[in-house]
Every structure is written in C-alpha cells, then in structure tokens.
C-alpha cells in the first residue's frame, strides 16, 4: 500500500506503506500549529521569505500620519512667509515708480520755489543763523481736516514723550492758482501727493463671470468723474542743505545747493495720530552720546542707541528713519536732517531703556574722527521715526526764485 503524504521539502509525496496489493491514497498533510506562521526557506539560501501578510498594523498608519502632517504644516508655514514676500517685492517695485513720478511733479509744479510755498514761520528775532533752513513740503498733513493743524506745524510733530529742544523742521503746505482761497486744498494734495494707478476694481454688475471693471467717482448726477484708486503710496519732500561751510563766527552765506529727499510712504496714517497701539505715528526718540558708531568718510551708515520707551523704539528693518543734530552741537545751532534704511534693529535692553539699530545711508556731516565721537562738530541727538516710510530717493537741485529768507 502507498501512503501519500509530505515530504522533507514541503510537497505532497506518495510512499509505501507496505499493506499488500491494496492499494489506498490517504491524503494527509503535515501541519502543526505554527505551519500558518512560519515562512518558506529559499531552497539553498540561509534566507526566509517575508511573511505573507493581508494589512497593515495601527502603529504603521500612525506614524505615516505623522509625517503627513509634518509635511502639511510646512507647507503652510510657507503660506504667510510667500505672501510677505510678495507684498514686499510689490512695495519695491512701486516705490521706484512713485519716487520717479514725485521728482517730476516736484519739479513741474514749482515746488522749489520758496514763494510758492504756504505756512513758513517768522524767523526768530537775535538768532545767529537765519533758520529754518530745511523744509518739509508735505500739503497731505498740512491741510488734513483730521491730524493737520497748529499740532503738525512741525516735522516730527511734537509728542509727550519727545524733549522740546529736539531738531525740527517746519513742515509747509503750497500754494494753489485761485483768487479765493491760495492754499491748495486738501482734495488738490491727494491728487498730487498719492499715487494713483493702484486702481480699485470691482464685480461686473450685471455679468458674475466676466472680468472685474474699475470702481468710478461718481459726481451729484451719478455721472463717473474718475477712477477711484486706494492710496496706499504717498509721499512728501524735505529740502536740507546739501553742505555745512560755516563757522559761528563767519558771515552766513546763504545755501545753493539742496538734498531733496523724496519720501514714500505705504499706508501712511493720515486719520489720527497714533497708531492701534497708542503710540504716535511720528516720533522722536533720543541718541546715547556715549555709543555712536557713524562711520563716515565714505563708508555711510553705522550703528548707534536710541533711548526711550519699548514702544517708542520699535522700528521695522527696512524701514526709513532721520537723524537729527545741531551743527556745532549746540542748541542754537543749525538743525541738521540725513534719511537712513534701518538694516536691522536689537532687543530692547529694559535696564537701561536703551535699543540697538544699525541704519545704512549718506556720510554724517561734521565726522572728523571716526573713534572719538567727542570731536565731531555735529552729534546725532535724536531720531525721527514715522511709521510707513518705506523709501527715500534723493537729488541735489537748486532753489527757484529768491528765498523767502532773504533781505
């Protein structure tokens, strides 16, 4: 008899069994209670295969969710860094344009011509030099029904927390072609000093999957006037004299040569003044004498402290502040103004009210010792920060027409 059953290599065999002529198949296989479990060895290979397996294990789809959700918050980190970006590489772009266009309405519409500008202040009786000398031409705040006024006469305006004895300059409006009123209008300065191409679009009226239309300005007869566009960019101009030949001793030769600087500013305050926070959107804040690093001769720039409350130092990297100073360091001395790009601002130091910023700009006037800063005929006092200056574009030009200063 033939017994069929399984052999050495796992196949299925038929032997002997040794029961006479009868012959019987009896199909059995070997099995224990871990032939399910156990792997196949490769025939000559010390190997074994992967178990046979149906699923996955809860451990395994865990952690694949974990790297899933790794992956998905990175990318969403990157979101909001891509849209700073974005709104960055546009603030760029549109402020080269706007400073472009502002030289040519600065020079089109008489803008250096003293006679046509309007607020400029009596000049103080006995002083040594005639001042003011620098200007700030800026008719948006001048003329504002809400932050203009006798408050805003100066640039910086004034706050609480700034000294009195701090260097300012006036900041003055101009004059307009009209018999009735010479001062040009509020509604005339937006038209001039905000840039006008960031045009408001909106939904078609009647068709949802046509392209958006531009908002229009509509006159008492609902009839459309102009476009209307948002005013994110503005700017205003500063006039400094572009050198400082004089001794308080020597005769005063009026300046010929002039540093316009032409400001952009992006979303600039012009509805109160004081930020969201309650801090004022121009300000001043004082220079430590003891820890100012200007390299000059050249170099432009340096670092420097400015003193004062946490809230009053915070300035953004990128940003555009003023130095101010006397010239001969001396409160009756002649105020001097530079523009500097904030490179990037410290930690506020709380135990000495103190705040590091490195700025990047022109040569300060009166360096004469890059080490000694005890030496130099102009030391910065104070910095002026305004909230939304984004870029300073500068030229050397002359006045037009005699100075309203002048004998």
């Known amino acids: 008899m033939f017994e069929w059953g399984m052999g050495n290599e796992g196949k299925c065999g038929m032997r002997e069994?040794?029961?006479?002529?009868?012959?019987?198949?009896?199909?059995?296989?070997?099995?224990?209670?871990?032939?399910?479990?156990?792997?196949?060895?490769?025939?000559?290979?010390?190997?074994?295969?992967?178990?046979?397996?149906?699923?996955?294990?809860?451990?395994?789809?865990?952690?694949?969710?974990?790297?899933?959700?790794?992956?998905?918050?990175?990318?969403?980190?990157?979101?909001?860094?891509?849209g700073y970006q974005v709104q960055k590489a546009m603030i760029d772009d549109r402020k080269s344009t706007v400073g472009q266009n502002a030289f040519h309405e600065f020079r089109t519409r008489g803008m250096a011509n003293a006679e046509n500008w309007v607020g400029m202040p009596a000049m103080p009786v006995g002083q040594t030099f005639p001042k003011p000398v620098s200007v700030a031409i800026d008719p948006l705040v001048f003329t504002s029904p809400l932050v203009g006024g006798q408050v805003s006469r100066q640039f910086p305006r004034p706050t609480s927390t700034s000294a009195a004895a701090a260097p300012r300059m006036?900041?003055?409006?101009?004059?307009?072609?009209?018999?009735?009123?010479?001062?040009?209008?509020?509604?005339?300065?937006?038209?001039?000093?905000?840039?006008r191409d960031d045009t408001v679009y909106e939904k078609h009226p009647t068709d949802p999957d046509a392209s958006a239309v531009s908002k229009w300005e509509l006159d008492d007869n609902e009839r459309?006037?102009?476009?209307?566009?948002?005013?994110?960019?503005?700017?205003?101009?500063?006039?400094?004299?572009?050198?400082?030949?004089?001794?308080?001793?020597?005769?005063?030769?009026?300046?010929?040569?002039?540093?316009?600087?032409?400001?952009?500013?992006?979303?600039r305050n012009l509805n109160s003044l004081v930020n969201d926070d309650g801090v004022a959107v121009e300000r001043q804040v004082a220079v430590s004498p003891n820890a100012v690093h200007l390299a000059g001769f050249g170099l432009g720039g340096g670092e420097l402290f400015v003193r004062g409350t946490q809230a009053d130092t915070a300035v953004r990297p990128g940003t555009w502040v003023m130095l101010c100073?006397?010239?001969?360091?001396?409160?009756?001395?002649?105020?001097?103004?530079?523009?500097?790009?904030?490179?990037?601002?410290?930690?506020?130091e709380a135990n000495t009210n103190q705040r590091p910023i490195t700025l990047a700009g022109p040569d300060w006037i009166g360096v004469t010792n890059q080490t000694d800063p005890s030496q130099w005929l102009c030391k910065p006092t104070h910095v002026a920060i305004f909230e939304g200056a984004v870029g300073v574009f500068e030229k050397t030009v002359h006045l037009e027409g005699p100075s309203v200063w002048a004998n």
């Not at 010479?182 to 509604?187: D, E, I, K």
Request: overall charge positive; proline content about 8%; charged content about 15%.
């Open 224 to 267: 459309p006037v102009r476009r209307q566009f948002e005013g994110n960019f503005s700017w205003l101009a500063t006039l400094t004299p572009a050198y400082f030949d004089i001794t308080p001793r020597g005769p005063w030769v009026w300046p010929t040569e002039y540093h316009l600087s032409i400001v952009i500013f992006f979303k």
């Open 325 to 348: 100073g006397y010239y001969g360091n001396r409160p009756d001395g002649l105020p001097v103004f530079r523009w500097y790009r904030v490179v990037s601002a410290g930690e506020y």
């Open 17 to 82: 069994c040794g029961m006479g002529n009868e012959m019987t198949r009896n199909f059995k296989c070997r099995s224990d209670r871990h032939s399910l479990r156990t792997s196949a060895r490769i025939p000559h290979s010390p190997f074994a295969l992967p178990h046979f397996r149906f699923g996955i294990s809860l451990l395994e789809v865990l952690i694949s969710m974990f790297i899933l959700a790794v992956g998905l918050l990175s990318i969403a980190s990157l979101l909001p860094v891509g």
């Open 170 to 195: 006036p900041r003055i409006g101009l004059k307009f072609v009209s018999h009735q009123n010479p001062l040009m209008a509020h509604q005339i300065a937006q038209q001039i000093f905000m840039a």
